[in-house]
T-cell receptor, first 115, second 110 residues
Framework: GAGVSQTPSNKVTEKGKYVELRCDPISGHTALYWYRQSLGQGPEFLIYFQGTGAADDSGLPNDRFFAVRPEGSVSTLKIQRTERGDSAVYLC?????????????FGPGTRLTVT | EDQVTQSPEALRLQEGESSSLNCSYTVSGLRGLFWYRQDPGKGPEFLFTLYSAGEEKEKERLKATLTKKESFLHITAPKPEDSATYLCAVRTNRDDKIIFGKGTRLHILP
């Protein structure tokens, strides 16, 4: 498929564990975004990559959250010492350019549940 | 502080009953305003981008309009398949964040 893909679709983990969430953007899209969405809320911005570098990581809630995009394509969102409050759907989106306004294409999300 | 407020939170309409969804925004400088549709269990699906006051865009039964303070998503003669959550988002001149509203849950009754 040509869309944004995210794996896993669901992740259940115990409090205190480490998790990695993966995003495969649309081929050729240079901009990649991570969002977090809680029930009944709109997506909350976490971090934005332009190519390999994090252009804006001001939405990451604390230093337990980290994201990488080493080759400018696939990105991994990493969460250390997970807490129950981290439970949410984590969405990834990509766009052709981040320097303009650019319409974003979202993946289906990873539902993270911390028990 | 940059803010996006959508109203109503939820809206139930009969099939064929036209209505409008509102998105009010307070931002330091608007670079673009987006409308998305989100179905349960899925990621948001892009609908429109609006850049400046007075701009309008249409797609099937949907038309989006923009003023200096708000945007409207007009839905004409809706069908049950138009039922979804509609999200509004803005991008400002200040940084690269995109700020979403909480959405309007639209339910079209057959």
């Amino acid at each position: 498929g040509a869309g944004v893909s995210q794996t896993p679709s669901n992740k259940v983990t115990e409090k205190g564990k480490y998790v990695e969430l993966r995003c495969d953007p649309i081929s050729g899209h240079t901009a990649l975004y991570w969002y977090r969405q809680s029930l009944g809320q709109g997506p909350e911005f976490l971090i934005y990559f332009q190519g390999t570098g994090a252009a804006d990581d001001s939405g990451l809630p604390n230093d337990r959250f980290f994201a990488v995009r080493p080759e400018g394509s696939v990105s991994t969102l990493k969460i250390q010492r997970t807490e129950r409050g981290d439970s949410a759907v984590y969405l990834c989106a990509s766009s052709f350019t981040g320097t303009g306004v650019g319409e974003q294409y979202f993946g289906p999300g990873t539902r993270l549940t911390v028990t | 502080e940059d803010q996006v407020t959508q109203s109503p939170e939820a809206l139930r309409l009969q099939e064929g009953e036209s209505s409008s969804l509102n998105c009010s925004y307070t931002v330091s400088g608007l670079r673009g305003l987006f409308w998305y549709r989100q179905d349960p269990g899925k990621g948001p699906e892009f609908l429109f981008t609006l850049y400046s006051a007075g701009e309008e865009k249409e797609k099937e039964r949907l038309k989006a309009t923009l003023t200096k303070k708000e945007s409207f998503l007009h839905i004409t003669a809706p069908k049950p398949e138009d039922s979804a959550t509609y999200l509004c988002a803005v991008r400002t001149n200040r940084d690269d964040k995109i700020i979403f509203g909480k959405g309007t849950r639209l339910h079209i009754l057959p």
